[in-house]
């Protein structure tokens, strides 16, 4: 009986010890994760600050004291790319999915920054296959869709970035339309080097179909056919150019000067000229243009006439001023000139045209429908650069 309640006392020290244990065990857990949860936070804190040092070292005080959290590790791996690691990323994001029960929601997560990853790294084919994998899962997933977009486009493979965006319902119709426009045009450009004309002249008029506005493709559509010698149907896309985009007009008028004096028919400029800016007398290079003509014509009182009205247009334009300087001297109005040219070197900065990029600020002397350094489309701005 005594060796009965013996056992019974052990046994009851025993329970009691394991069940301190059990609790200490327990109840540190629970302040490692209560710690572990605060880096955490800091760390996303951080983050959406921009502090990415710091942010990096609240992450990795994380996960060392809980192994766990996934999402801190993906955090982590999306700022080393960000940084410029992505060999890093790459390594951090392919080695989470390994882990057991990440669930479909938490598996998508991991596999779109790993596309991001590759994306950055410029390996292109590994980010379409690794998000081709996350549309098996959730074939609805618009982030993977707009990615691969991008990818296909930094591929270069217009063909299969006008399918996904043409099976896309999330854009605005007429936004859609000019982006798809612009692919088009790209895949022509893409068939003419490898001079396959006709079938880069069907893309460039499916873009004038889609976004009747797109310059790039009429004026494509113009050079195709100058480099077959059909200058005639060159200059009806340039005609058309300036008819349905009037405002980039200035993009057709110095190709067509060279087209209509290969057709002998020069004399035809100054009636386009004249139609132009009865159409749309905001054009200042068909002013320009008409006033050119006049003084090859020896006609300096008719070009001086066309300057002084296109300037109550655009009082500021400097091509029309330094015109009616040099047409005032060749008059023998020496005086006026020499005014004007005083006036413009004292209070007005001299001006020319470049291209802009409204989405990134990027610059270029040429017209362009496709940023280069952001990515954007149709986001040219044509603007005045001033110099002292």
């Given at each position: ?139 609805q997933n618009e ?65 004038m179909k889609l ?172 603007v005045k650069i001033?110099?002292?």
């Amino acid at each position: 009986m005594e060796q009965i309640h013996i056992i019974a006392l052990v046994l009851i020290v025993v329970i009691f010890l394991l069940t301190a244990g059990i609790f200490r065990v327990f109840r540190r857990r629970q302040v490692d994760q209560n710690e572990a949860q605060i880096e955490y936070i800091a760390g996303l804190n951080n983050l959406i600050d921009g502090d990415y040092e710091k942010a990096l070292d609240h992450l990795r005080k994380t996960v060392r004291i809980n192994t766990e959290l996934v999402d801190a590790y993906i955090k982590i791996g999306d700022i080393l790319r960000i940084q410029g690691y992505a060999d890093k990323a790459v390594k951090i994001h392919r080695d989470l999915l390994i882990r057991h029960e990440l669930g479909n929601a938490r598996r998508i997560s991991i596999l779109m920054s790993l596309a991001k990853d590759y994306h950055k790294n410029k390996n292109y084919l590994q980010a379409v296959t690794t998000l081709e994998e996350v549309l098996s899962i959730d074939r609805q997933n618009e982030a993977s869709k707009e990615l691969l977009q991008l990818v296909y486009e930094d591929m270069e493979d217009w063909r299969k970035a006008y399918d996904l965006l043409k099976k896309s319902n999330k854009q605005d119709k007429e936004h859609k339309a000019r982006i798809l426009a612009c692919f088009k045009l790209e895949e022509g450009l893409k068939l003419t080097k490898i001079n396959k004309e006709h079938d880069a002249r069907l893309c460039f008029r499916e873009a004038m179909k889609l976004d009747k506005t797109c310059s790039g493709a009429y004026l494509e559509l113009a050079h195709s056919y100058i480099r077959e010698h059909r200058l005639k149907d060159a200059l009806t896309a340039l005609k058309q150019l300036m008819q349905n985009n009037p405002k980039d007009s200035a993009l057709a008028f110095e190709r067509m000067k060279d087209v209509l004096f290969d057709l002998g028919q020069f004399g035809d400029l100054e009636k386009l000229y004249i139609e132009l800016i009865k159409s749309n007398p905001e054009v200042m290079e068909a002013h320009l243009g008409l006033a050119e003509l006049s003084e090859k014509k020896g006609e300096y009182l008719k070009a001086i006439e066309i300057c002084q009205s296109a300037l109550v247009t655009d009082p500021d334009r400097l091509e029309l001023k330094l015109m009616l300087i040099r047409l005032k001297s060749k008059l023998g109005l020496t005086d006026d000139a020499v005014e004007m040219a005083q006036k413009l070197a004292e209070g007005i900065m001299q001006e020319h045209h470049d291209y802009i990029c409204t989405g990134c600020g990027y610059k270029s002397v040429s017209y362009f429908w496709h940023c280069p350094e952001c990515k954007a489309w149709n986001s040219t701005k044509r603007v005045k650069i001033a110099y002292r």
